[in-house]
């Protein structure tokens, strides 16, 4: 995935606008790591990792505003609402207690999803330039599939 070169001004208090195909990339990555975390064999102590964590992932990279930016203290969240971060927050305290059932190698590519996920809307909140000229939010998305396609 590439986008052309980006600049923007961080002090510019107007809010940024997806640039185009941006939104659907974005959510289209998301929804192959949703579909991958709903195809995990779970239990039923494991259904919220089936269920709400992966709709939290599928959530978090459909919903992308880069206007919920703050280029000063990084604090923007690039639309991503509080109960989705809490969600997908919630993971790394989940997997030793609740997804046992799950491989070692599961294990650690969901939570490379729960890690990545927040993280792009968060880059193209906070950096947009540097996010898409610089090919962050490329390797991003790369690191979702990589760890979605065993």
Not at 86 to 98: F, M, N
Request: glycine share 10%.
């Amino acid at each position: 995935m590439t986008f052309p070169s980006l600049s923007i001004d961080l002090a510019d208090p107007a809010p940024r606008e997806p640039r185009e195909g941006e939104a659907d990339v974005l959510a289209a990555a998301g929804r192959r790591a949703a579909d991958w975390v709903r195809a995990l064999p779970a239990p039923e102590t494991g259904r919220w990792i089936i269920g709400p964590l992966a709709d939290a992932v599928e959530k978090a990279m459909t919903s992308l505003d880069p206007g919920d930016r703050d280029g000063v203290d990084q604090h923007g969240k690039g639309g991503i609402d509080d109960d989705t971060a809490e969600t997908l927050a919630g993971l790394i305290y989940a997997v030793p207690e609740t997804a046992h059932w799950l491989t070692p190698d599961q294990q650690v590519r969901l939570l490379a999803v729960v890690a990545a996920v927040p993280g792009i809307p968060r880059l193209l909140a906070n950096d947009p330039g540097t996010a898409i000229g610089d090919g962050q939010v490329a390797r991003m998305c790369a690191i979702l599939d990589h760890a979605t396609h065993p």
